[in-house]
């Protein structure tokens, strides 16, 4: 994907650098999803269903 073959967990800032090459505008989204999704819910334990909802709604836009 997004022109990555190496094996194992790909490190965020490479999406961003891939993403930032294929169009600019998707930056600003895709990490208020990370940040969300990723972060926020996965790492800290967030489970406002507000927030997260935001979050899903990001990545339909």
């Known amino acids: ?3 990555l ?3 194992g ?3 965020v800032e490479l999406f ?3 993403l930032g ?3 600019m505008k998707i ?3 895709f990490s208020t999803v990370y940040n969300t999704l990723h ?3 996965g790492y ?3 489970l406002i269903a507000k927030i997260v909802a935001v979050g899903l709604d990001e990545v339909e836009t």
């Open 39 to 41: 972060l926020d819910m």
């Open 5 to 7: 073959k190496k094996k």
């Open 27 to 29: 930056g600003n989204p």
């Open 44 to 46: 800290n334990g967030l």
């Open 9 to 11: 967990r790909k490190k």
């Open 1 to 3: 994907m997004l022109g």
């Open 21 to 23: 090459k294929l169009d």
């Open 16 to 18: 961003r650098e891939e």
